[in-house]
């Protein structure tokens, strides 16, 4: 069985928020694993992918506190969505004591995890993965796979 890959380039800002549109039309469960070098653009569409699912409010990045939780309800359905942003994780073994693997078994949930490499031993594989690259004309490259966008 093969994943679904498909690629694209992002030209603009706009560009994102029109993927992140997107994706929020999926209604995705489970776990994205977004990696890309620093200043990739993996907070700016994380930021767009909840403000498109409904989120009004700022949407912080979780450098320093590892997750930051997202209740979001549509048509009287609660969402929990949790970003994640390992870049600074010391130990994964941290994970287990904050209690994340928990979020993995909550109904409905969407775990959207940067820098999950740096917890690849200890983490469930994802469920989807976004790959992104910033070019040289400060476009990005992206790679999607397991989505298969509409």
Known sequence: MSLITSQMILATEADTQILAKKLAALNLTGSVWLSGDLGAGKTTL??????????????????????EPYQLTKNGVIKPIYHADFYRLNDPEELDFIGF????????????IEWASRADAVLPPPDYQIKLTRRDDDSRYVELVGLELA
């Open 101 to 112: 693997f928990e979020y993995f078994s909550e109904e409905n949930a969407l775990l959207i």
């Open 46 to 67: 994380t930021r767009y992918w909840l403000q498109a699912m409904g989120h009004n409010g700022a949407v912080k990045s979780p450098t320093y506190t590892l997750v």
